[in-house]
T-cell receptor
Framework: DQQVKQNSPSLSVQEGRISILNCDYTNSMFDYFLWYKKYPAEGPTFLIS?????DKNEDGRFTVFLNKSAKHLSLHIVPSQPGDSAVYFCAASPQGGKLIFGQGTELSVKP | DTGVSQNPRHKITKRGQNVTFRCDPISEHNRLYWYRQTLGQGPEFLTY????????KSRLLSDRFSAERPKGSFSTLEIQRTEQGDSAMYLC??????????????FGPGTRLTVL
C-alpha cells in the first residue's frame, strides 16, 4: 500500500532550465508535505515543506505546489544547477509523528 | 557540528549475530525517529520517541528489533539474530516543536548494515 508515490524514477534536465518533480498521495489525512534531497552515502537533507492549508511555498530557487483536490504536489527548481543532481524524496506527515516517503526521483542536471 | 550523528557508519556482520546502532539527535530536539532504507526505495518508518517514551512502532519492527532512548537524549537500535534481509541503511532523525510543529525532521548520515 504505497500512500506516497513518485512515478518518475529519473529526470534529466539541462542546466539553467526548470526541473519539475512530481508526487502523488492517496491519504486525505496528510496535512504536511516535505521534500528531501539525498546524495549517495548521506542522509536525506530537508529542502522545503508545505502545509495543507497552503497551495504554494517558495524558497529561493525552490517552489513547492500543492493541489489537494488532485492529491498531487510538485517541486520546481529554477534555474537548475549541476549541484542539484541528487535523489529527491517527497514525504507526507499524517498530523505529526512519522513521515511517509515516496520512492524517490533521481535528478540529473547536465551542464 | 550540531547535526544528528550516528555510529557506526558501517557495520558488516554474519547472519545470526546481534548488532546495535547509536543515534545522537540535535541537542534541543525531543523527538527521535528511526527509519530503514533499502536500495531504490524511500526511507520506511520504524519507530519514534518523544523524550524517553516510545510513541509508535511500525509493523516492520519485528520482535528481533528493539529501540531505546533511556534518558531522552541518545537512542540505540538493536537487531538480534540478524538475517540477510536486514541489510539496509538505518537512518535516525530528530525534530522539535519549533513553530508549533514537529513535522520537519533532520536526518543523520545513517548506518549501513550488511549481513553476510
Amino acid at each position: 500500500d504505497q500512500q506516497v508515490k513518485q512515478n518518475s524514477p529519473s529526470l534529466s534536465v539541462q542546466e539553467g532550465r526548470i526541473s519539475i518533480l512530481n508526487c502523488d498521495y492517496t491519504n486525505s489525512m496528510f496535512d504536511y508535505f516535505l521534500w528531501y534531497k539525498k546524495y549517495p552515502a548521506e542522509g536525506p537533507t530537508f529542502l522545503i515543506s508545505i502545509s495543507s492549508i497552503k497551495d504554494k511555498n517558495e524558497d529561493g530557487r525552490f517552489t513547492v505546489f500543492l493541489n489537494k483536490s488532485a492529491k498531487h504536489l510538485s517541486l520546481h527548481i529554477v534555474p537548475s544547477q549541476p549541484g542539484d543532481s541528487a535523489v529527491y524524496f517527497c514525504a507526507a506527515s499524517p498530523q505529526g509523528g512519522k513521515l511517509i516517503f515516496g520512492q524517490g526521483t533521481e535528478l540529473s542536471v547536465k551542464p | 557540528d550540531t547535526g544528528v550523528s550516528q555510529n557506526p557508519r558501517h557495520k558488516i556482520t554474519k547472519r545470526g549475530q546481534n548488532v546495535t546502532f547509536r543515534c545522537d539527535p540535535i541537542s534541543e530536539h525531543n523527538r527521535l525517529y528511526w527509519y530503514r532504507q533499502t536500495l531504490g526505495q524511500g526511507p520506511e518508518f520504524l519507530t519514534y520517541f518523544q523524550n524517553e517514551a516510545q510513541l509508535e512502532k511500525s509493523r516492520l519492527l519485528s520482535d528481533r528489533f528493539s529501540a531505546e532512548r533511556p534518558k531522552g537524549s541518545f537512542s540505540t537500535l538493536e537487531i538480534q539474530r540478524t538475517e540477510q534481509g536486514d541489510s539496509a541503511m538505518y537512518l535516525c532523525a530528530s525534530s522539535s516543536p519549533a513553530g508549533g510543529s514537529y513535522n520537519e525532521q533532520f536526518f543523520g548520515p545513517g548506518t549501513r548494515l550488511t549481513v553476510l
